[in-house]
């Protein structure tokens, strides 16, 4: 087993790379999960596994490390499936007030609240000499929209997404809870024993 690994998690969101650790936890064995500072790449991908991998690119070539990237979001099937891979940015704002508040307005008076996060979690690892391998693994939380935000936890639409099974909303869940069941949990959770296995981790 290699010591002392470390996998670069390509974003500068400090409360993410906590989120991945404790999604993670022990199973990441050897491997030292670490912050990012460089550039941040145009995300111009049309899918969540596609932009996943542009950050994963860019992280792994900056650091020369292995990196894992998730894209995410809400996919709404009333609305064909928006915001998607826009959910950050649906306002134009990027505050997560003003999207939640634009994804209740284009869904009054509409029965059919069905929705889904969806994650794509990606790996790059560089290779001396050779292109890199890559990997992504991708997952879907369904359940449906509330009318309402509901819930102080959590973040983004989490106050408004209710999963399927559950009678609260994601922000009323406790992070462990959450945790448990999230669509970032179930495509890190994949992704995995793929990086594991090529780090010898």
Same mark, same amino acid.
């Given at each position: ?56 690119? @860019?992280?792994?070539? &900056?650091?020369?490390?292995? #990196?894992?990237?998730? =894209? !995410? /979001?809400?996919? *709404?099937?009333? $609305?064909?499936? @928006?915001?998607?891979? &826009?959910?950050?940015?649906? #306002?134009?704002?990027? =505050? !997560? /007030?003003?999207? *939640?508040?634009? $994804? ?10 069905? #929705? ?7 790996? *790059? ?13 991708? #997952? ?62």
């Amino acid at each position: 087993m290699t010591e002392g690994i470390r996998v670069v998690l390509a974003t500068h969101n400090a409360h993410k790379v906590e989120e991945l650790r404790r999604i993670l936890g022990s199973p990441l064995g050897s491997i030292e999960l670490i912050g990012y500072d460089g550039p941040e790449p145009v995300e111009d991908g049309d899918t969540f596994a596609a932009n996943a991998l542009i950050k994963a690119r @860019a992280a792994a070539a &900056h650091t020369g490390l292995p #990196a894992i990237a998730d =894209d !995410s /979001g809400i996919s *709404v099937g009333a $609305l064909d499936g @928006a915001p998607g891979i &826009h959910s950050a940015r649906y #306002a134009g704002t990027r =505050d !997560s /007030g003003d999207n *939640v508040r634009l $994804l209740l307005a284009n869904l009054d008076g509409i029965a059919d609240r069905s #929705a889904q996060f969806d994650c794509a979690a990606a790996a *790059v690892i560089p290779q001396q000499g050779g292109d890199a391998i890559e990997h992504v693994e991708v #997952a879907a939380w369904p359940g449906v929209v509330l009318d309402a935000p509901t819930g102080d936890g959590g973040f983004g639409y989490d106050p408004v997404f209710r999963p399927d099974g559950e009678d609260r909303s994601a922000a009323q869940l406790s992070p462990a809870e959450k945790d448990a069941i999230s669509h970032r949990t179930q495509a890190f959770t994949a992704l995995l024993p793929w990086l594991t296995a090529q780090l010898g981790a």
